[in-house]
T-cell receptor
Framework: QKEVEQDPGPLSVPEGAIVSLNCTYSNSAFQYFMWYRQYSRKGPELLMYTYSSGNKEDGRFTAQVDKSSKYISLFIRDSQPSDSATYLCAMSAEDSNYQLIWGAGTKLIIKP | NAGVTQTPKFQVLKTGQSMTLQCAQDMNHEYMSWYRQDPGMGLRLIHYSVGAGITDQGEVPNGYNVSRSTTEDFPLRLLSAAPSQTSVYFC???????????FGDGTRLSIL
């Protein structure tokens, strides 16, 4: 079993829809949680960075962390065709020297 | 401000050849790392460095060497290329080991 599980998709939604992307994990020591966006043939780009549990909002993006369920989510409101990309979750813990453990990514397609 | 620059963007090697993937950052980041990205898998850490003169192994270090003689540069060397090393390689950097990382756009490497 992978430490971090992420549905590979593709997830296809119409423009303007609310998108929900999720990751589950098994290591309860994870404290830092990140979402990256990766366009085709480009490097990952940081979208959201959260510590411990709770919500964080930045424009159209909201990140949620539920440590009791070992579950993190990224919500995208008013989705745009430019949001079409692969979304990667990553997480780390102090006791493993902050080494990032990555999900395999979810491919998102926003249809105009 | 170029961020993280990786060269070359593409490379084809024959089995047994050696080569060096270059990575440079102009953000004065102390932490630098190398990952490989394979289909259906999350990014996997190869080697990392917390500062000039200091390197350490990640999850998948076999077949790769690194050195860090300056803050700016962190080259990755393939000693004797094998088909299993066909992958996309990403270099990343951050201010510190527990901070979000900035990525280059990758080197696509094929080993025949």
């Amino acid at each position: 079993q992978k430490e971090v599980e992420q549905d590979p998709g593709p997830l296809s939604v119409p423009e303007g829809a609310i998108v929900s992307l999720n990751c589950t994990y098994s290591n309860s020591a994870f404290q830092y949680f990140m979402w990256y966006r990766q366009y085709s043939r480009k490097g990952p780009e940081l979208l959201m960075y959260t510590y411990s549990s709770g919500n964080k909002e930045d424009g159209r993006f909201t990140a949620q962390v539920d440590k009791s369920s070992k579950y993190i989510s990224l919500f995208i409101r008013d989705s745009q065709p430019s949001d079409s990309a692969t979304y990667l979750c990553a997480m780390s813990a102090e006791d493993s020297n902050y080494q990032l453990i990555w999900g395999a990514g979810t491919k998102l397609i926003i249809k105009p | 401000n170029a961020g993280v620059t990786q060269t070359p963007k593409f490379q084809v090697l024959k089995t047994g050849q050696s080569m060096t993937l270059q990575c440079a950052q102009d953000m004065n980041h102390e932490y630098m790392s190398w990952y490989r990205q394979d289909p259906g898998m999350g990014l996997r850490l190869i080697h990392y460095s917390v500062g000039a003169g200091i390197t350490d192994q990640g999850e998948v270090p076999n077949g790769y060497n690194v050195s860090r003689s300056t803050t700016e540069d962190f080259p990755l060397r393939l000693l004797s290329a094998a088909p299993s090393q066909t992958s996309v390689y990403f270099c990343a950097s951050s201010y510190d080991i527990n901070q979000p990382q900035h990525f280059g756009d990758g080197t696509r490497l094929s080993i025949l």
